[in-house]
């Protein structure tokens, strides 16, 4: 066997290996959903979604905790996009490049590492005693909002980034001032990555448990939240608190609970790709 | 070739109005004197000490090898380089009698007032439209008409309204690169400058689409003053009426087109001119 002979072996052997890591994590995926279908989708219809909970399995709905995560959602979104957003373009634009900035950068990289449970005993220290919040759904909003900035404001950076510098020569150029070129032309030319960042991150909210079991979240409220300083629950918490229950019909159920929330997770994931392949065809 | 360019270059003449709304507005004289013009990035020292006065509504070719200055000159001319990090001058450059680089100038308004047009085209990814009247709106006017009437005048001028009348509301990346350069232009008529500064406007062009850049600069210099940089040296004999030449940092030569390229001074120039180095 001559060398060209293995070279070519090994490039099939290489091809082989790499689709089978890129199937790796699609399968166990795929076999999950089948599994979560299978035990829970004969248990989605319209009560279960328009249902109170219940101590009765049958008659256990998600409503409150789907109006929760709703709730969370709306809140977290108008909390945390102008803030993030407003500090990714601060840092970009007019962050002077020295070692503060470094240090800020950095410091804002380890934030998005930071494991949620912390942001969760942040929340529950700040906003929940400090502020004297209570468990209610803007304290939740808040500490999911501190949990996502990193992420919004790396994104809303490299969105700006991308828009290429000769478009700000040209504004500039005319006569635009700084506030003006990034009014008319770096936020509508970066709109699209800012807002598949802002949609992923806000997907990964919607998934949080953690932080907002610690805030205060119940496993079981009574009623769906009416105000921001209503108690609440959510999704997440919903089915965890089905999964630790014995009988067989809450397993159903929070197996049902999960196609709605995955659901909800793909459909924001799906928005954000659209954003990003429409704002891609704008720039070229 | 040469007779087609020629052709085109007639018909381009034909298109452009010979007065506008624009014209009866701007009777300025527009100067430019430089005094002793120092620059430095960080500790490379880019200019080393340029004087210079340029004349109002002529073109002013600026030539010599990549690297020597010329670009990071014109740029001096409206205060491109205060964005370039480690960017330090000294000296004087006076536009209409004051000195630009004054502390309380506003830099806004003086770009107002020297208009730029870069080497490649950067419109807006927006609408043909919007691209010239985007200046416009900076200055605050609302008026829907007014604007209109400015955007077709301006697109007019540059001789792209035939092309572009049934399609305005359409983007401008669409169009090709000669037509975009031409609408970077327009745009910068739009806000009323009476100093147009050219950073190499047709490097990125096919032959025609010079052509018609040329013959428009030509059109323009009655109205404007036009400071040019360029690496064709056919194209700086071609439009200009005073042509500097740039090396390592200084000016080493400058003077009518004319004496530059039948009788230089020095014999730097000569050997550039003549394409020996460079």
Redesign the interface.
């Known amino acids: 066997m001559n060398s060209i002979q293995k070279n070519r072996i090994f490039d099939q052997a290489f091809k082989v290996w790499g689709i089978g890591c890129t199937l790796f994590g699609l399968i166990l995926l795929a076999v999950f959903i089948g599994d979560i279908l299978i035990d829970g989708i004969m248990r989605i219809d319209w009560d279960f979604i328009t249902d109170l909970p219940s101590r009765k399995a049958e008659k256990s709905g998600i409503y409150t905790a789907l109006m929760g995560s709703i709730w969370i959602l709306l809140l977290t979104t108008v909390i945390a996009f102008p803030v993030g957003v407003a500090a990714g373009v601060y840092l970009e634009e007019y962050g002077k490049k020295n070692r503060f900035s470094a240090i800020l950068e950095i410091n804002i990289s380890n934030l998005a590492g930071v494991p949620s449970i912390i942001y969760g005993l942040l929340g529950l220290e700040v906003f929940v005693r400090i502020m004297g919040l209570g468990a209610s759904v803007l304290a939740g909003s808040l500490t999911l909002s501190l949990l996502i900035l990193p992420i919004i404001i790396v994104a809303t950076r490299e969105a700006i980034k991308s828009v290429p510098k000769s478009i700000k020569d040209a504004s500039y150029a005319l006569g635009a001032s700084k506030w003006q070129t990034i009014w008319n032309q770096v936020l509508p030319a970066s709109s699209g990555g800012i807002l598949t960042g802002v949609i992923l991150a806000l997907s990964r909210a919607v998934g949080e448990t953690a932080p907002l079991i610690v805030v205060g979240a119940l496993a079981y409220v009574p009623f769906a939240p009416e105000s921001p300083m209503d108690e609440f629950s959510v999704l997440p918490i919903q089915i965890f608190n089905w999964i630790s229950r014995p009988q067989h019909g809450f397993i159903e159920n929070a197996a049902a609970a999960i196609i709605i929330l995955l659901l909800i997770t793909f459909i924001m994931n799906g928005i954000a790709v659209y954003f990003r392949n429409k704002w891609q065809k704008k720039l070229k | 070739m040469a007779k087609e360019i020629e052709i085109i270059m007639e018909t381009v003449t034909e298109q452009i109005p010979a007065n506008s709304i624009i014209d009866s507005s701007l009777k300025k004289k527009a100067t430019i004197e430089v005094k002793d013009v120092k620059v430095w990035y960080d500790t490379f020292n880019a200019i080393k000490g340029i004087d210079m006065n340029i004349k109002p509504n002529t073109v002013t070719a600026f030539i010599g090898p990549s690297g020597c200055g010329k670009s990071t000159f014109l740029r001096l001319f409206?205060r491109?380089n205060d964005?370039v990090?480690d960017f330090r001058m000294e000296g004087k450059i006076k536009v209409n009698g004051s000195n630009i680089y004054k502390k309380k100038v506003n830099v806004?308004?003086?770009?107002?007032e020297i208009?730029?047009v870069?080497q490649?085209p950067?419109?807006?990814?927006k609408s043909i439209f919007d691209n010239v009247a985007?200046?416009l709106?900076?200055?605050g006017i609302t008026d829907k008409q007014l604007i209109e009437e400015l955007v077709i005048d301006c697109l007019k001028q540059v001789a792209l309204w035939d092309e572009v009348k049934d399609d305005l509301k359409k983007s401008a990346?669409a169009l090709s690169g000669g037509q975009q350069q031409r609408l970077?232009i327009a745009?910068?008529l739009a806000?009323q400058p009476s100093i147009i500064l050219m950073d190499e406007p047709t490097s990125a062009l096919d032959p025609i689409s010079t052509a018609k850049v040329e013959e428009l600069i030509f059109k323009l210099k009655e109205k404007y003053t036009i400071v040019i940089v360029t690496h064709n040296m056919q194209q700086a004999s071609r439009i200009s009426d005073y042509t500097a030449f740039f090396y390592l940092g200084e000016l080493v030569e400058y003077n009518k087109t004319k004496t530059i390229f039948t009788n230089p001074e020095k014999q730097q120039t000569e050997n550039y001119i003549t394409g020996r180095f460079g």
């Open positions: 409206n491109m964005y990090e806004e308004e003086l770009r107002k208009g730029m870069f490649k950067n419109p807006f990814p985007y200046g709106k900076l200055q990346m970077c745009r910068t806000v």
